[in-house]
């Protein structure tokens, strides 16, 4: 009624009123025709003072404005919607089509399609019809008047009307991509080559005088948040969305309401840091280039039935449905296509273990970087890489590590960063949750989560950035949320902690920041404080699982070192006592070096610099592996303090070699024990 009787001030704005009443369940035409007669025949407006009366909360800090930044009494925004209401009307006025019209170039367009006006055969000219009715209703291009497109208009054989600002590039070709989505759409196309090149020819001749600007993927553009589905934010020209695929705006869809979804997902995950944070994460990518931190993922890895998928339909629902779950089985194309689809917003990954462990190792560098790789088109020119800026929610029953160490590579720590694991097991006996709320089994609460999500999703992620579109707001918004995250690195990151626990651990004060504003914001119904301690748990986890806080380089290179001497210090290394050869059961296959006793039953391992480099330091940077080491005290220096060593060998001779002290196996660190004969 408040939205009524504001919206009546303005001339004609019965069919308004109407189109945006009716998604409510209880929207009934004649009765909403009668609100419209009663409010036109004296009734007030509803002031912003009234609605709050009502006990309404969430309207903007200083009132609402209109699009000239003055003051208005309408509420919640109402002015500047309808003056944006009003101006997609005069941009497209796709209403205003007639029944029947001509298109230069000898097209008509009536009620029963889209046909080709032929010569004249006895006096009637001849038709060749192309497909059921397809409206062009406007042109589009981007903010730098590029990348054109043409906006379509059709209905499909159950009478829903549906838009697609279709890439005019698509029409280059032999335009077998747009019309197989034509087709998934529900619009009929005439099966000849003929009406298939004339509806190219069609939609290239249609060129209407209505334009809008068009955004090829989601997120923020020009201070406006941009879905596949919904734009939020105020702007003096109409936006649309614009892509090669209009399958994917599927993913984006929405049921239930928010405080639905509040009452049958969100509720029931309190207690359940995993859950919680997944939902944070879910919260959290618009964040991300309001306030300049980097991109990231986090990985719940754990057993099957733990419940990791449900949390990631769980985090899924911030924005949609679980059509937004996609698998780590993907090309390096894929990956950029996807991330760039999910700009701004959460990525799905589930099932780590169905990919290439060296593509995973590639996937998780991109898209912790935000940029896809440099390619050259046709001509060889070099055509833009892509960017986006996303957060990855991932699981698995495997590790990055796990993965690449099946394929013969080894995991840096900055891709372990990038794709920080959490541990799917919870401890509490019910998987990924500690609270169950009463049910039988974790297996019965779970489930009741994944059919929640199905009925309830999508709204949650649209509450939160039409709040943050908010120009007033937003510079508050943002200090909040930095603060919040500073306040999180100072309480819980190490003051020891190497730089990168320091990173991961901002990326987890960003999602319980999310989480807190978005409390504060009333868009999660739990109480202040839910979101950072389900944050901390998790970040806990995290630490535990890579062993602590220190640098992951260093531990990594060691135990890497280490595994090499565990799996090879018999078979490959060659046993030496007073310079004379002692290895008696025969000859050392693929020898790699010797190795030696200490006095105190210890063995150190000299080592080929050949071995060293290819084997020893696979997958590791040899000169930054060498360093580590030795500033551990793990390997031997010469006199002028390089890390090669001189040393005459039995059989071999005078060599440089790498020399690694007995404490690579643990233990108290000491020099180890000169053997006359074998070191000069």
């Known amino acids: ?39 036109r025949n004296g009734s007030a407006p509803i002031s912003c003072a009234r609605i709050r009366e ?61 046909f080709k006006v032929g010569e004249a055969k006895d006096g009637e000219p001849t038709y060749l019809k192309l497909a059921s009715r397809i409206d062009v209703t406007a042109l589009t291009r981007d903010l730098e008047s590029s990348n054109w497109g043409t906006e379509l208009r059709f209905t499909d054989p159950d009478g829903v009307v549906k838009t697609w600002a279709l890439p005019r590039e698509l029409l280059a070709s032999n335009g077998e991509s747009y019309r197989a989505s034509l087709l998934r759409m529900g ?43 919904a734009i939020y934010g105020q702007s003096n020209q ?76 769980v985090g899924a ?22 991330a760039t689809m999910h700009n701004d917003l959460l990525l799905p990954l589930d099932e780590l273990g169905q990919a290439d462990g060296k593509a995973a190792g590639e996937a998780a560098y991109m898209l912790g970087n935000g940029q896809g790789k440099s390619r050259a088109d046709r001509n060889g020119d070099a055509r833009t890489a892509k960017r986006f800026r996303n957060l990855v929610l991932s699981s698995g029953e495997k590790s990055l590590a796990d993965m690449m160490q099946q394929t013969g590579h080894t995991t840096m720590a900055g891709q372990e960063i990038r794709m920080v694991e959490i541990s799917a097991d919870a401890g509490c006996g019910f998987g990924i949750f500690e609270n169950i709320h009463g ?12 059919a929640a999500v199905t009925e309830h999703h999508g709204t949650a992620g649209r509450a939160f950035v039409e709040i943050l579109a ?42 319980a920041a ?83 006793a200490t006095l105190d039953d210890r063995t150190e391992y000299f080592i080929f610099p050949e071995a060293y480099r290819t084997e020893v330091c696979a997958g590791l940077n040899p000169t930054a592996a060498t360093k580590i080491l030795v500033s551990q005290g793990l390997l031997a220096v010469n006199g002028a303090g390089k890390p090669q060593v001189d040393m005459r060998l039995p059989g071999v001779g005078k060599m440089k070699i790498y020399h690694l002290k007995p404490e690579i196996m643990g233990g108290r660190s000491q020099e180890p024990i000169a053997t006359p004969g074998l070191m000069d």
């Not at 969430?58 to 500047?80: D, E, F, W």
């Not at 057993?303 to 449900?310: E, F, I, N, R, Y």
Request: proline share 5%; aromatic share 8%; with cysteine.
């Open 514 to 596: 999310a989480g807190e504003l978005s409390i504060e914001l009333g868009i999660l119904p739990w109480p202040a404080g839910e979101a950072t301690a389900a944050a901390v748990k998790c970040f806990e986890s995290w630490i535990e699982q890579r062993g602590g806080t220190g640098n992951q380089e260093e531990t990594k290179t060691v135990a890497q070192v280490r595994r090499f001497i565990e799996l090879n210090g018999e078979s490959r290394f060659t046993s030496c006592a007073d310079g004379i050869d002692k290895n008696s059961a025969g000859k050392t296959i693929n020898r790699a070096g010797f190795r030696r």
């Open 238 to 313: 109409r936006m649309v969305f614009q892509t090669r695929d209009p399958e994917e705006i599927k993913r984006f869809s929405q049921a239930g309401t928010l405080e639905s979804w509040k009452t049958h997902v969100a509720g029931p995950c309190q207690g359940n840091s995993r859950a919680v944070t997944s939902i944070c994460i879910g919260l959290a990518p618009p964040l991300l280039s309001l306030i300049g931190e980097d991109n990231g993922g986090f990985h719940l890895r754990g057993d099957s039935s733990t419940g990791k998928t449900v949390c990631l339909a």
């Open 54 to 114: 009502m006990g309404f909360t969430g309207c903007p800090s200083g009132g609402c404005r209109k699009p000239n930044g003055q003051p208005t009494a309408a509420p919640a925004g109402l002015y500047g919607w309808m003056f944006q209401r009003q101006l997609n009307a005069e941009e497209t006025a796709t209403d205003a089509l007639p029944e029947e019209y001509d298109v230069p170039g000898g097209y008509k367009v009536n009620p029963n399609g889209v």
């Open 1 to 39: 009624m408040a939205m009524i009787s504001n919206a009546c001030r303005f001339e004609n704005s019965g069919p308004w009123i109407h189109s945006s009443s009716q998604h409510h369940d209880s929207y009934d035409e004649g009765a909403t025709n009668s609100k419209i007669e009663h409010v």
């Open 439 to 450: 049910a039988e089994r974790s297996q019965v609460f779970a489930e009741g989560l994944r």
């Open 317 to 338: 629902s911030v924005w949609g449905s679980r059509q937004l779950i996609r698998t780590w089985n993907m090309t390096t194309n894929g990956f950029e296509s996807v």
């Open 187 to 229: 619009v009929a196309i005439e099966p000849s080559k003929l009406a298939k090149e004339g509806l190219s020819a069609y939609l290239i001749a249609a060129t209407p005088e209505s334009r809008a600007r068009s955004v090829a993927q989601p997120g923020w553009s020009n201070g406006l948040f941009v879905l596949p589905n």
């Open 470 to 511: 908010n120009a007033e707001l937003q510079p508050r918004l943002v200090e909040t949320v930095k603060a919040l995250i500073e306040r999180f690195v100072e309480k819980y990151v190490p003051n020891d902690a190497t730089g990168q626990v320091g990173r991961v651990g901002r990326r987890f004060g960003l999602v």
